[in-house]
């Protein structure tokens, strides 16, 4: 069982930049793969960004490639998405999922989720 807590979403301007954290309980978050996603209103959840256990594996959606980082710590138990030149687009509220066995786009796949954080960003 992992529990997810995200945090560092807020209100920034276009092109600005903001870090989301996400936090896992327990002694094996280390050893499951961490995916992002993001939902805006009236869309589907759609994938972001995702890392394989260890960080040695990364997947991006196309429309993030370039803008997106994504990344671990395991021995602080936390996942990041680093976020720069933000659009009017990226608003929604991010989520991290967490799975067993590898990196994955398919957000039904992911066996674990956080409550998501908001990001805004205006013009």
């Known amino acids: 069982q992992v529990q997810l807590v995200e945090s560092g979403g807020g209100l920034v301007q276009t092109g600005g930049s903001l870090r989301l954290a996400c936090v896992g309980s327990?002694?094996?978050?280390?050893?499951?793969?961490i995916g992002w996603f993001r939902q805006a209103p009236g869309k589907e959840r759609e994938f972001v960004a995702a890392?394989?256990?260890?960080?040695?594996?990364?997947e991006y959606a196309d429309d993030v490639k370039g803008r997106f980082t994504i990344s671990r710590d395991n021995a602080k138990n936390t996942g990041y998405l680093q976020m720069n030149s933000l659009k009017l687009e990226d608003t929604a509220v991010y989520y991290c999922?967490?799975?067993?066995?590898?990196?994955?786009?398919?957000?039904?796949?992911?066996?674990?989720w956080g409550q998501g954080t908001q990001v805004t960003v205006s013009s």
């Open positions: 999922a967490a799975r067993l066995n590898g990196v994955i786009t398919i957000a039904t796949m992911y066996d674990y």
């Open positions: 327990g002694s094996t978050f280390r050893s499951y793969a």
């Open positions: 890392t394989s256990w260890s960080g040695g594996k990364t």
